[in-house]
Structure formats: structure tokens, C-alpha cells
């Protein structure tokens, strides 16, 4: 009954909508989401690129460039998030004393995945894929956890920054 009678109200008033990463500090966060987004994003741009190439796209193209589209910009708003989720939630006093570009490197991550967004270019998600390393970089030296870079096992096969996580 009062699950009814507030369901009610809401249909009426339209109260606001709450969301947020967590609602306990669950102290779990990773960059390798937005890593993730971000070598994905590249490698949409190297398909698309292909079907560029294409001296004549059929149906199937059509249908495939728009996936296509739609994934790489579910990735950007991904790597967004993702970042914005760690530096809003993450990062305080400690981290900003060790980390002073933090709030330009976010912002600049921002303004990158809206190019990524915008636009097909491949370097643009390169661009985008060398800030949140960057970022990555210096959300595990905030932790004491030391980094390598590698090339990942898979398209697009570009570098990557990884935690050094030892046993």
C-alpha cells in the first residue's frame, strides 16, 4: 500500500533521481576500465577505417558502420565515467598533494573523448589512450604500486600502462 502511494507520488511530482558509483565507500577502484574503453575505441576507429576503404559499402556495411558508431561512443562516455568515477570518488587531499595535474589531466581526458566522440580520426583515440595511461600511471604510483608498459595481446596491439602487482 505505501509502495503504491509513493509510486503515485512520484508519477505526480517526478521526484529526482539519485544514482552514484557506490553508495558505501567500497574503496575499489581501477583504471582498467577506461583503458579498456579507450583500446576499444582504437580499434572501432581501425574498422571503420576499413569500411572506409570499401569502393562500395552494401547493406551489411550500412548496418555494421553503425554499430560500429554506436559502440565507439558508448566507450567514450565509458572512459568519462570511469574517470570521472576515480577522480571525484578516489582522489583527495593525498592524492592531489602526490598528483598536482590531476584535475587538467581528468579534464584533458574529458576534452579527449569528446574529440573521439566527434570524430573518426585514430589519432584522436590514440591521443585518448596515452592520457588515461598517463592517468593510470599516476592513480597506481598514488597506491605505491609500480607500473610497466606493454604492448597488449590484442587489435589494436598498442601500449598499455599495467600495475606491477607482485605475489
Known amino acids: 500500500m505505501l509502495h503504491s502511494l ?5 508519477k505526480a511530482l517526478r521526484f529526482p533521481e539519485a544514482s552514484a558509483h557506490c553508495d558505501i565507500p567500497c574503496k575499489v577502484y581501477d583504471p582498467a576500465v577506461a583503458q579498456i574503453s579507450a583500446l576499444t575505441i582504437i580499434r572501432l576507429q581501425d574498422l571503420l577505417k576499413e569500411l572506409e576503404d570499401k569502393d562500395q ?13 554506436a559502440q565507439k561512443e558508448e566507450h567514450a562516455a565509458k572512459v568519462k565515467d570511469e574517470i570521472r568515477i576515480i577522480w571525484g570518488d578516489y582522489f583527495k587531499a593525498p592524492q592531489f598533494e602526490k598528483i598536482p595535474n590531476a584535475h587538467e589531466l581528468t579534464h584533458s581526458i574529458m576534452l579527449q573523448a569528446s574529440k573521439c566522440k566527434q570524430n573518426l580520426e585514430r589519432a584522436n583515440g590514440e591521443k585518448l589512450l596515452e592520457l588515461v595511461n598517463e592517468f593510470a600511471e599516476a592513480f597506481w604510483m598514488t597506491k605505491d604500486v ?3 608498459t606493454a604492448t597488449c595481446p590484442y ?12 605475489n
Open 6 to 10: 509513493l509510486k503515485g507520488l512520484d
Open 57 to 69: 559499402l552494401t547493406l551489411a556495411d550500412h548496418a555494421q558502420f553503425g554499430r560500429l558508431i
Open 146 to 148: 609500480a607500473t610497466f
Open 155 to 166: 587489435p589494436p596491439q598498442v601500449k598499455v600502462v599495467y600495475p606491477k602487482l607482485d
